[in-house]
């Protein structure tokens, strides 16, 4: 609603006469500090539509109104493993997006989380009006319906190291070793289990596959033999050969071109308003400059979702099957729902509640175990014997997609429990969205 300047004006000199100039109105007791306090209220009113001019000034030049700002999630190659790290990145993040709004009159407001793994999950559902992460996060992305707008250089990577002495000549000889990797959510660790499931390799097949949260622990674990191998960084493993040069050798190399941290906009932001970040971003003036500097995204390039094809492959870390259960798609999960058959979403309560296949029966899979075909069952909690006692009633398992471990987890428990068939919707819930499938609150 527009504000009519002038009424307000003659609204507020007719308040002013009456209590300044006719002193003999009647106001009640405390004449002096009635009007005193009433001429306070008429200057609150005339602030409040300064403040109101001033806002409706900037929305016609383009600038988001107070209480509008997008929000821009910040992550990085490994998560902040301290809270000292954490408020550094946060520290970091909050002058550029300052910067990157102003440019772009854009009001935005900078995230940093503290756990990754809640991450991806907002993705699939564009929470994030803006994300800006390493190749992993906006690989995932561009499937979810995100548009890359600009990456630094690719230098990104990751690569196998062993003892030199290793008798390992591949990956399949560490079998009964230990292997170290990063956090679960670092790029590093993404690729690493990439490459091992599209190598034909997988935890099953060896001993145990070890995850450390800690920034370069991995490393610290095959330097100190508490790991026959380990997967690092490009990085990592050059500061490797200079500090002990000849102890360590390559076991694999990944020769995937990796993109390094960028930028990915949200199809639901409006088109004029993706189009200033953008240009800010890939243009940036001497605020912006600095800041993006400060937070080590200098040197931004144009990038397209092809340049991630190969990363976001990756990211389907669960096998493409499963032996004892149908993987089914979209169609075919239609027509066994339409025919009866029962669908799981054991998804998180809240997930759920956001919105899920319509139909769908909440039995959430509390998830406490390693992300991998080896996992640790006894670690984590399924109540599916109890929802659903009879064995021999057909059952459709799903989540969030080929990158979410619980519906794997799930069949595999139904599986070995005795449940006579088990359907794995291994696309799970963002693939019913994309395919216009009816959605339940």
Known sequence: MMLDTNRVARSIAGVVRGVVVRPHLDLGRGGVLTRFFFLLCVLALVLSSSAQAASTKAAKSGQAAAGTAFEVCFTYAEPPDALYLFQLLNQRAQPLAAAW?????????????????????????????????????????????????????????????????SKARKLADLRGQVIALPAQESLVAYLARGLLTQAGFNAQQLSQLHFYKEGGA????????????????????????????????LLLESTLQVPGMGVALSSKLPEDVR???????????????QALGQAGLQGLQPIAAQNYAAVAELGYFTPRHLDGAKTVDFAQVRQLMAQGVTLIDDRAS??????????????PYVEHSDKNIGFDASKDQFDLLSRFPDKSRPLIIACNGPECWKSYKGVVFALRHGYKTVYWYREG?????KHGGPVSR
């Open 429 to 433: 819930f963002p693939d019913w969205v």
């Open 275 to 289: 189009t200033r970040l953008a240009q800010a971003l890939l243009s940036p003036d001497a605020d912006l400059a």
């Open 350 to 363: 809240a997930e759920y509640a956001e919105g899920h296949i319509a139909g769908a029966v909440s039995v």
């Open 101 to 165: 709004g102003q440019q772009a009159k854009v009001e935005l407001k900078a995230q940093v989380p503290l756990d990754y793994s809640a991450v991806t999950p907002q993705i699939f559902i564009q929470h994030w009006p803006v994300l800006v992460g390493p190749a992993n996060i906006i690989g995932t992305a561009t499937r979810f319906g995100y548009v890359p707008v600009a990456s630094q250089r690719g230098d990104a990577g990751v690569v196998f190291a062993v003892p030199v002495d």
């Open 218 to 249: 991995a490393l610290l674990a095959l330097t100190f033999g508490n790991a026959a191998g380990a997967a690092l960084s490009p990085a990592q493993w050059e500061s490797l050969n200079k500090q002990y040069p000849g102890r360590y050798r």
